[in-house]
């Protein structure tokens, strides 16, 4: 325990340096990308389809929500360091070894930002890797990293765009209004999608009991995450028709394919959930007529709108503790049956059933005798 925690304190001080240096420079360069009417523009433009997207990673990831303060740290890590990354390993790569426009952008860009994004899930999965549960929660981290990443680079892109450059034309507002068609409403996904093929090999890697397998997984995904990344960035240099070719042909089935993944993930943890909590009930560690109000995530809402009409807001607190303890132990206890416990296993079992035991006198499902502090409340 005391060795996770120590992890979990290096991680938080290795990426919370990282993103201050990497935030340092980046900021600069945002503002020198232009005037600070444009900036802001920008800004705005950019951060549009950043909610939605968040809203839907946090949608996914309701059986057991991962920290805030990991989310945060994921699309900053996205924001800062790995476009600070990028942009310095693209730099000194043109100086020293001189590659073309199209080689940048088609081969060497997909390589070091895919390698940016995914340090972030390498090191959850090496410090933080209590964290990652499986597919879905590397889907997710996947997902944050790669928002933050595409949030920084639109104001760029959409800065340059109405300055005007080289590449992108005289500028003004028909040039930043393509702009924001192009990246903000026709491809938000692109960042976090070719990041998710890392985040999958991520969380394939925290459940396997192979030792290649956990060391070939993310390399695969980082392979499928640049290719992928290379292909799209590839069909931009050849005009619209090929970017059009691209669009439908590669990236919405894979934006599709992404999705019905996640939802059977989603399926596959709520079957998962039942059956580890089902051996659990087995050895007394918690009432086996508890288990449908806790991985069912109908029933679980159900459970707390009952807690709180009975108990009010503690009442639904104790409930929402109570479920995700339960929860918690479910996933815990699948990797123990697997054969794929983490160290600090039976240390992290006993603190879930502690909490258990402790809110489950307070509280009562639909259907069950209501305790008397908790109407009481």
Same mark, same amino acid.
């Given at each position: 325990?005391?060795?996770?925690?120590?992890?979990?304190?290096?991680?938080?001080v290795v %990426?919370?340096?990282l !993103?201050?240096l990497?935030?340092?420079p980046?900021?600069l $360069?945002?503002?020198l990308s232009?005037a600070p009417g444009?900036?802001?523009?920008?800004?705005?433009?950019?951060?549009?389809p950043?909610?939605?997207?968040v809203?839907?990673?946090? +949608?996914?990831?309701?059986y057991? /929500?991962e /920290?805030?303060s990991?989310l945060?740290?994921?699309?900053l +890590?996205g924001?800062?360091?790995?476009?600070a =990354?990028a942009l310095?390993?693209?730099?000194?790569?043109?100086?020293?070894?001189?590659?073309g426009?199209?080689?940048?952008l088609?081969v060497?860009?997909? $390589?070091?930002?895919e390698a940016?994004?995914?340090?972030?899930l390498?090191l959850?999965l090496w410090?933080r890797r209590a964290?990652l549960?499986?597919?879905?929660d590397? $889907?997710?981290?996947?997902?944050m990293?790669? $928002?933050g990443f595409?949030?920084?680079? #639109?104001?760029?892109?959409?800065?340059?765009?109405?300055?005007g450059t080289?590449?992108?034309? &005289?500028? =003004?507002t028909?040039?930043?209004?393509?702009?924001?068609?192009?990246r903000c409403?026709?491809?938000?996904?692109?960042?976090?999608?070719?990041?998710?093929?890392?985040?999958?090999?991520?969380?394939i890697? !925290?459940?396997?009991?192979s030792?290649? %397998? *956990?060391?070939?997984? /993310?390399?695969?995904?980082? %392979?499928?995450a640049v290719l992928?990344?290379?292909?799209? #960035?590839?069909?931009?240099?050849?005009?619209l028709?090929?970017?059009?070719?691209?669009?439908?042909?590669l990236?919405? &089935?894979?934006?599709?394919?992404?999705f019905a993944l996640a939802f059977?993930?989603?399926?596959a943890?709520?079957?998962?959930? =039942?059956?580890?909590?089902g051996?659990?009930?087995?050895?007394?560690?918690?009432?086996a007529?508890d288990?449908? +109000?806790v991985?069912d995530?109908r029933a679980? *809402?159900t459970?707390r709108t009952?807690?709180?009409?009975?108990?009010g807001r503690?009442?639904?607190q104790?409930m929402?503790?109570?479920?995700?303890?339960a929860?918690?132990?479910?996933?815990?206890h699948h990797?123990?049956?697997?054969?794929? &416990?983490? &160290?600090?296993f039976?240390?992290?079992?006993?603190?879930?059933?502690?909490?258990i035991?402790?809110?489950?006198?307070?509280i009562?499902f639909?259907g069950?005798? %209501?305790p008397t502090?908790?109407?009481?409340?």
């Open positions: 325990m005391v060795r996770t925690r120590r992890q979990g304190v290096a991680f938080t %990426v919370t340096v !993103v201050a990497g935030a340092l980046m900021l $360069i945002l503002a232009g444009t900036l802001l523009l920008a800004t705005v433009l950019a951060a549009l950043v909610g939605p997207l809203g839907c990673y946090l +949608w996914l990831d309701r057991e /929500p /920290p805030k990991l945060a740290l994921g699309l +890590w924001g800062f360091v790995a476009t =990354g310095l390993v693209q730099g000194i790569g043109g100086l020293v070894v001189g590659v426009e199209v080689a940048s088609a060497v860009a997909p $390589i070091t930002e940016g994004k995914g340090a972030f390498v959850l410090l964290e549960d499986g597919i879905l590397g $889907i997710v981290y996947a997902g990293v790669g $928002i595409a949030f920084v680079e #639109n104001i760029l892109y959409l800065a340059a765009a109405y300055d080289d590449g992108m034309g &005289p500028g =003004g028909e040039a930043v209004t393509a702009t924001f068609v192009i409403l026709f491809s938000p996904f692109a960042h976090p999608l070719f990041t998710t093929f890392i985040g999958i090999g991520v969380g890697a !925290v459940t396997s009991r030792g290649a %397998v *956990r060391f070939l997984a /993310p390399v695969g995904g980082y %392979v499928l992928a990344h290379g292909l799209w #960035n590839g069909s931009t240099v050849f005009g028709g090929s970017f059009v070719a691209v669009y439908l042909v990236m919405v &089935p894979a934006l599709i394919g992404m059977w993930a989603r399926r943890e709520q079957r998962m959930l =039942g059956a580890a909590l051996d659990a009930a087995q050895r007394g560690l918690l009432p007529t288990i449908a +109000w991985v995530l679980r *809402r459970a009952f807690a709180r009409q009975h108990g503690e009442g639904e104790a929402r503790v109570y479920q995700q303890a929860i918690e132990l479910g996933f815990l990797r123990y049956l697997r054969g794929t &416990p983490p &160290p600090d039976a240390v992290r079992g006993q603190e879930h059933v502690r909490r035991s402790a809110v489950r006198p307070s009562a639909p069950q005798v %209501v502090r908790m109407s009481a409340r």
